[in-house]
T-cell receptor
Framework: GAVVSQHPSWVICKSGTSVKIECRSL??????MFWYRQFPKQSLMLMATSNEGSKATYEQGVEKDKFLINHASLTLSTLTVTSAHPEDSSFYIC???????????FGSGTRLTVV | KQEVTQIPAALSVPEGENLVLNCSFT??????LQWFRQDPGKGLTSLLL?????REQTSGRLNASLDKSSGRSTLYIAASQPGDSATYLCAANSGNTPLVFGKGTRLSVIA
């Protein structure tokens, strides 16, 4: 079945630094990848949608200059949290699909803690 | 805009019971409805995917149904086990839109 690999699984960083999270589709080409954010005991909130080779589409309220998304190939998307602050601490999950009519596969998530 | 609601928010049952989790959605023009399982601190595991032309899907002890006209889906778990304890998320997408998630049902199966 379709597999999405997400790294790192957890990261601790200091305030003001940047953190990059990678999302790879291992056995399929993902036309679209998504980045979600999840706070404790809350559901997943979509942050942005990215298509290979084009700029990401951000949801309302998500700062695109803070959460940089790059979708350089059909198998790789990255999310960079720039100038991280403690309020950015959260669980970030990526998802990939070959098309909106098909199922979505999710990565295992990244726990970001900013100290 | 699609909205997904799940009830109950939490459920505790003794081992061996059959149970039903409910999901409702507002836009009946969905492409897919997907049920996921999430263990604490972990990512999402896809359980069942129901495409718009389908009415149900089954996998082992799990059965998910879809009724587009009423905007509802149910996840039926037969003979529940302690290992089934997790949060179950329902999500739907319509048109060229990403999945929209419900807030989930936290299930505890007591041995």
């Amino acid at each position: 079945g379709a597999v999405v690999s997400q790294h790192p699984s957890w990261v601790i960083c200091k305030s003001g630094t940047s953190v990059k999270i990678e999302c790879r589709s291992l056995d399929f080409q993902a036309t679209t990848m998504f980045w979600y954010r999840q706070f404790p005991k809350q559901s997943l909130m979509l942050m942005a949608t990215s298509n290979e080779g084009s700029k990401a589409t951000y949801e309302q309220g998500v700062e695109k200059d803070k959460f940089l998304i790059n979708h350089a190939s059909l198998t790789l998307s990255t999310l960079t949290v720039t100038s991280a602050h403690p309020e950015d601490s959260s669980f970030y999950i990526c998802s990939a699909t070959t098309g909106f009519r098909y199922g979505y596969t999710f990565g295992s998530g990244t726990r970001l803690t900013v100290v | 805009k699609q909205e997904v609601t799940q009830i109950p928010a939490a459920l505790s049952v003794p081992e061996g019971e059959n149970l039903v989790l409910n999901c409702s959605f507002t836009d009946s023009a969905i492409y897919n409805l997907q049920w996921f399982r999430q263990d604490p601190g972990k990512g999402l595991t896809s359980l069942l995917l129901i495409q718009s032309s389908q009415r149900e899907q089954t996998s082992g002890r799990l059965n998910a149904s879809l009724d587009k006209s009423s905007g509802r889906s149910t996840l039926y778990i037969a003979a529940s086990q302690p290992g089934d304890s997790a949060t179950y998320l329902c999500a739907a997408n319509s048109g060229n839109t990403p999945l929209v998630f419900g807030k989930g049902t936290r299930l505890s199966v007591i041995a």
